[in-house]
């Protein structure tokens, strides 16, 4: 069974810095793209971040690029985000997506909350 | 960066009956090697999305068959044959054919009337 568990969320300041982490299971995971993918209250979702299976290319979207850095331990099935200088507008749930063909299966989600 | 438009934004639907929503790309989704990266989500109240529809019409595993993907281009269909008060949610559309960014729609919301 497919799973991807995301924790490392919480309430931050502005200014301030998080990292999430998604412990994936039960695929091959060294084989797939992984995305973040973040959802403001009430809103849509939004892509932040991709990276390839061997970890060597990375995209971002403008918003948050400079700011925020995605990694993986393909020895561990891990995923990061790290989150620094963050914003108000950077407040969401932030998913972990697994990439088949396009993003395919998210996870429950981490929720980020910046504000002071 | 592709814009997606979907519409309508509010699609109430009575119990049984058929559902239909559109979804319109800025430019072309043909991807170089032929193929359209065009997907459908689900997203339940309360819940994580979902992808309901690869590559235009392809239905994931597990997807029932009263859901159907079309189109081409720049323009494409979801529709849900007969609809079940499980498919109230927010459905969205999302591009990956021109990436970075891979861009979704703002969410076509299904309720029952």
């Known amino acids: 069974e497919v799973q991807l568990v995301e924790s490392g969320g919480g309430l931050v300041q502005p200014g301030g810095s998080l990292r999430l982490s998604c412990a994936a299971s039960g695929f091959t995971f060294s084989d797939h793209w992984m995305n973040w993918v973040r959802q403001a209250p009430g809103k849509g979702p939004v892509w932040v971040s991709h990276?390839?299976?061997?970890?060597?290319?990375?995209n971002y979207a403008d918003s948050v690029k400079g700011r925020f850095t995605i990694s993986r331990d393909n020895a561990k099935n891990m995923l990061y985000l790290q989150m620094n200088s963050l914003r108000v507008e950077d407040t969401g749930v932030y998913y972990c997506?697994?990439?088949?063909?396009?993003?395919?299966?998210w996870g429950q989600g981490a929720l980020v909350t910046v504000s002071s | 960066d592709v814009v997606m438009t979907q519409s309508p934004l509010s699609l109430p639907v009575t119990l049984g009956q058929p559902a239909s929503m559109s979804c319109r790309s800025s430019?072309?989704?043909?991807?170089?090697?032929?193929?359209?990266?065009l997907n459908w989500y689900q997203q339940r109240p309360g819940q994580s999305p979902r992808r309901l529809i690869y590559n235009v019409s392809n239905r994931d595993s597990g997807v029932p068959d009263r859901f159907s993907g079309s189109g081409s281009g720049t323009d494409f269909t979801l529709k849900i044959s007969e609809v079940e008060a499980e498919d109230v949610g927010v459905y969205y559309c999302?591009?990956?054919?021109?990436?970075?960014?891979?861009?979704f729609g703002q969410g076509t919301r299904l309720e029952i009337k």
């Open positions: 999302m591009q990956t054919t021109h990436l970075p960014p891979l861009t």
């Open positions: 990276i390839f299976g061997d970890g060597r290319t990375t």
């Open positions: 430019q072309s989704l043909v991807h170089s090697d032929g193929n359209t990266y």
């Open positions: 997506v697994r990439d088949t063909r396009g993003p395919d299966f």
